[in-house]
């Protein structure tokens, strides 16, 4: 088995939040100075960046899980990584479907670009990806599921935008691949805290909004290659795949 260094949660300048250096090109620069094997895009609510950083990123042997976190209409945020090109532009329909319509006036939310490995910018978001959608985390869920891919909610213990802040709990009726803890929680601590939860995998990434930020927390995936069925297996603890965090 191989041990491989991941950061699962990272943004780039497409989302309205993330600073304007979060291109693909200085994200794969920054994540190979961090030494990381394995990392995830994942803007609000959009898929459209993955492609151009899966492409920067191939040639240095980093494995890019492509997806989004979408924002669920109880305001959770949720991870959610699909393997093919297929799926993603199947998941980008639905995330247009259903988010609800904000103009983002003048760029009052922030910058939503979508650049290419130049840094030029090929495209602009007008509708503001910091909306929540018009359904809720358990229908994002199934069309995850639906389309093969992996179903994390984000940070679950953060104080804003997570189960925990919204419902109070981890509900006992979702199927997810993985919990992400927020990035500066002990797990220790909140396993003694939420001893219910033992039967989850547990992931902790950056929730990289600035350069600064990517690798500064990570998880290890120990399995047998870069490979998405490898990834889903580490998560699930299978033929002596697994996933650890400090």
């Known amino acids: 088995m191989n041990r491989y260094k991941a950061d699962l949660h990272i943004h780039t300048v497409l989302s309205p939040c993330a600073n304007i250096e979060m291109s693909p090109v200085n994200i794969v620069k920054r994540a190979l100075m961090k030494g990381l094997n394995i990392i995830g895009i994942t803007d609000h609510n959009s898929t459209l960046q993955c492609a151009t950083v899966k492409e920067l990123a191939a040639p240095h042997g980093i494995m890019v899980l492509c997806g989004a976190e979408v924002t669920s209409k109880e305001e959770i945020h949720c991870l959610a990584f699909f393997e093919d090109d297929e799926s993603l532009a199947e998941f980008q329909k ?14 009052s939310f922030g910058y939503q670009v979508v650049v290419d490995k130049d840094n030029n910018i090929t495209a ?14 358990l229908q994002i869920q199934e069309i995850v599921h639906q389309l093969n891919g992996l179903f994390i909610p984000a940070h679950i213990d953060r104080v804003r935008f997570s189960l925990m802040s919204q419902l109070g709990f981890v509900p006992n009726d979702i199927n997810a691949d993985a919990l ?53 297996m580490a998560l699930k603890y299978k033929n002596g795949r697994l996933v650890t965090i400090d």
């Not at 639905?94 to 760029?107: E, F, I, R, S, V």
């Open 94 to 107: 639905y995330l247009m479907l259903h988010q609800l319509k904000q103009p983002n006036t003048n760029n």
């Open 124 to 137: 602009e978001i007008d509708n503001y990806l910091g909306m929540a959608m018009d359904v809720g985390y």
């Open 180 to 232: 992400e803890i927020f990035n500066r929680t002990s797990i220790s601590r909140f396993m003694k805290e939420n001893g219910y939860l033992t039967h989850y995998t547990f992931i902790r990434n950056s929730d990289a909004h600035h350069l600064d930020d990517i690798g500064q927390y990570y998880s290890w995936f120990i399995m047998n290659e870069l490979s998405f069925s490898e990834i889903r």
